[in-house]
């Protein structure tokens, strides 16, 4: 199921949603995901300040993955720049079959 995301606040309902569908609750959360049931409440409330690496530790829990729909250049050349960028930098490209567009895997699902 995919969600789009404009919020830390529509993030942490999101994590709060999937953690409760497996019938987890905070503080098991936060154990399995190396967090107290401290951080794991104010994400979930969506404190704006949560740090994002603590935040991928809990999806990674969770089985949520993330990805981003970066903005297509039109320009062939620009496509290819930006391409050769972001695998320059170590990041999963992978072209999506249905669009023929490419996403960006940024977690290891």
Known sequence: MKVNIKSIKEMGAVGKAVRKSQDF?????GDFSNNGI???SQFENGKSTVQ???VLEIFEILGIGITLDLPVPFNTEDK???TMLLEKSGV????DLVLHEHSIITSDH
């Open 25 to 29: 609750d905070q503080r098991t959360l």
């Open 92 to 95: 999963n490209i992978v072209k």
């Open 38 to 40: 401290n951080f794991v």
């Open 52 to 54: 994002i690496g603590r």
């Open 80 to 82: 290819k720049k930006l």
